[in-house]
């Protein structure tokens, strides 16, 4: 079973930047686009931003501009730079990797704490 391990969070004070990692731990052809949802305490979990193996990628509203999704498929491994950040950034982020005929994936999450 393929999992999904992030890495890049933590403390960041309002306007910084921080990139966050996440990498598949196998090749899974079933996967058709790998990303990042966000979920603050008492919110719903929300799209940030998805990305497919030929690069096409879409964003939440409220990153747009700010935040950009990448990969690297002979790594298995998606990147999301976030600048500008801000205190509503603040969020738990979890992987995610959409699959055909099967299960989506979710990595464990890495917190992001925009804060002075």
């Known amino acids: 079973q393929v999992q999904l391990l992030e890495s890049g969070g933590g403390l960041v004070q309002p306007g910084g930047s921080l990139r966050l990692s996440c990498a598949a731990s196998?090749?899974?052809?079933?996967?058709?686009?790998m990303g990042w949802y966000r979920q603050a305490p008492g919110k719903p979990r929300d799209l940030v931003a998805m990305?497919?193996?030929?690069?096409?990628?879409s964003y939440g509203d409220s990153v747009k501009g700010r935040f950009t999704i990448s990969r690297d498929n002979a790594k298995n491994t998606v990147y999301l730079q976030m600048n500008s950040l801000k205190p509503e950034d603040t969020a738990v982020y979890y992987c995610?990797?959409?699959?055909?005929?099967?299960?989506?994936?979710w990595g464990k999450g890495t917190l992001v704490t925009v804060s002075s």
């Open positions: 196998g090749s899974d052809f079933r996967i058709i686009a």
């Open positions: 990305i497919t193996p030929a690069g096409n990628s």
């Open positions: 995610k990797a959409n699959r055909m005929l099967g299960s989506n994936l």
